[in-house]
């Protein structure tokens, strides 16, 4: 679907900053008379009702009580401020109470009692799962429209919101139909560009207008939301890409080499040539991202768009299915593989390495139209390229197959085949 | 004299060439002897392109230095206003 924004859903902002309530999760062992005794002893709390209607816990929470959910063995208490070092003393020391921790605000301010019953939910769970030491590392999928009116769903989905790093100081390349230089989210960060489409310079297309502001876009857009992942770094952008959107590998090779000479650490790719199953990697691109890796230059590539899931899934594209490119997968907003996605079929390379937002993607788009929200790799590619800028920026000393293990070993696992998503979702540092 | 790229009479294809990044020069100089033309030096990424017959790609790849000689791949995007890119 294209168009020219995304209205906010009611969604919680995954990646948001923690936020409590005032209320505490209290993890009781299966004597949950005994833990409330040792809270009233402890810290005074009392009056905990145990209930099992959801609806009547909500209205005892919102009155200023107490609750008890005597199935799952959590109290949620609310507590005076003095009363709190108690109750955080009691969840160290009494035997029956196994953990206590500051209620989380997973939904926005001010949602309906069942919005606010379900984030309760999850901090219950969460309390539970590191009670217990369940770190699954699993991102869970999100089964409500995210809420864009700040940020895209694939900054949060990234975690490029919280990340201390921008990519400051870090040289980052986009090899595309180029960039709206006049773009005034972007005209001030662009560093250079290098036409390598004889008689064209700007963006007549707008799919590298897109794929820049993903990975390079400012903190403070002109309009909201935010939509950049590395919004510190020194923007390089390489036409390779005429304004119909068509280049051939000398281009694109004259590029990857102009990128290197200028530094840049690393090189994001959103283009492709569909390839079939059974067929090998090109021996001179790999020699050439081995080469640029040497340099310190990470290459990303999208992994292309030919499947049609679930009919059948397509082999990664030339040149993502070089060992030492990078392969980028697409991800819905529910975590789940964009049903164009290409997947892993050929050994020798050919694998997905990595998966990140590719559906419903807003971002910059040449003017006077400004913004788009488009779909597929080529929109993923840019988040991991400017995750990997902030590596860059994080780890200054690292090599470029240092960035890139750092890459791969931070993503976080999803629930779902590496044939489809390689490690799993991109993570900024 | 050789045809004018892309027209009718050319028979040439675009390819691209990977050789040793030390020996770029070295193959540069050898390989309009070797029948490429148009020959472009990559010497950070070790890589020349250009033009050849393919009659003569064989030859090309002989050279000392020489490690990869590939026809050029085209890479086509959707048009702007496609939802999938």
Known sequence: MAGTGRSGGTGPLRGRPLQYTGAYLVLLDDDAGAGLSALSDAAGVGGVEAVSDPGAAADVLEGGGSVLFEQIGVAVVTVEPDQRQALLRAGADAPNVLAVERERILHALGTPSAEYLRGYRDGVAAVVASSLGEVSGVAEPCTQAPDESLSTWGLQAVRALESGFTGAGVRGCVLDTGVDTAHPDLADRVVLTQSFIPGELEDGHGHGTHCVGTAFGPASPQTLPRYGVATGAEIYVGKVLSDAGSGGDRAILAGINWAITQGCRVISMSLGAPTQVGDTHSVVYEAVAQRALRQNTVIVAAAGNDSTRPVSTASVSHPANCPSILAVAALDDALAVAEFSNAGLNPEGGQIDIAAPGVDVYSAWPEPQSYLTISGTSMATPHVAGVVALLAEAHPEASAAELKDLLLGSARRLDLSSIDVGAGLVQAP | ?85
């Open chain 2, 1 to 85: 004299m050789s045809p004018e790229p892309g027209s009718p009479g050319d028979e040439r294809v675009a390819v691209v060439v990977s050789v040793a990044p030390e020996q770029v020069d070295d193959v540069l100089a050898a390989s309009s002897g070797a029948g490429l033309e148009d020959a472009e030096p990559l010497s950070a990424i070790g890589v020349i392109t250009g033009r050849i017959h393919p009659s003569r790609m064989a030859a090309l790849h002989h050279l000392a230095g020489v490690q990869a000689v590939e026809v050029e791949r085209r890479v086509q995007l959707p048009p702007p206003d496609a939802p999938v890119q």
